[in-house]
């Protein structure tokens, strides 16, 4: 079975999950896992891009531009998109007299289903990553 294949098989596989889960538990329960599962993924994602980023840096060999285009395009799959000059810095600082390089991203994870007066309308979710840079010699 293909890539498209195994896709295909659990996207199906979630949806009979979902509509199994909203009969038992109900409809507002079963978008409740949804949400969370939907702030899970922009989570992860954002926590890779800082570590993907702060790991292209710590090589000693590429820009801040480079370091923040890798990060963006890690976090492409994202519905809401990353700035690069609002939700990305990079940092140079010395840890233990060695130096390294911070890459902190951000994202305002917007809900699925707003519920006013109940909770925001975005969560704006964080990580920072700091990486010794390798001695390029």
Do not use: W, Y
Request: glycine content about 8%; overall charge negative; proline content about 3%.
């Amino acid at each position: 079975m293909g890539a498209i294949g195994q896709v295909s098989f659990f996207i199906a596989l979630i949806f009979v999950i979902v509509v199994h889960e909203a009969a038992h538990l109900g409809v507002a329960k079963a978008f409740g896992i949804i949400e969370v599962a939907n702030a899970l993924n922009t989570r992860i994602t954002v926590v890779n891009a800082a570590r993907d980023g702060a790991r292209l840096g710590s090589k000693g060999l590429a820009t801040d531009d480079d370091i923040a285009s890798l990060v963006v395009m890690e976090a492409d799959r994202l519905r809401d998109p990353i700035d690069p000059n609002a939700d990305v810095t990079i940092g140079h600082s010395d840890v233990d007299g060695v130096e390294a390089v911070s890459v902190e991203v951000c994202n305002d994870h917007s809900l699925l289903l707003g519920v006013p007066l109940v909770l925001p309308e975005e969560l704006r979710m964080c990580s920072r990553t700091v990486m010794r840079v390798a001695d390029v010699n």
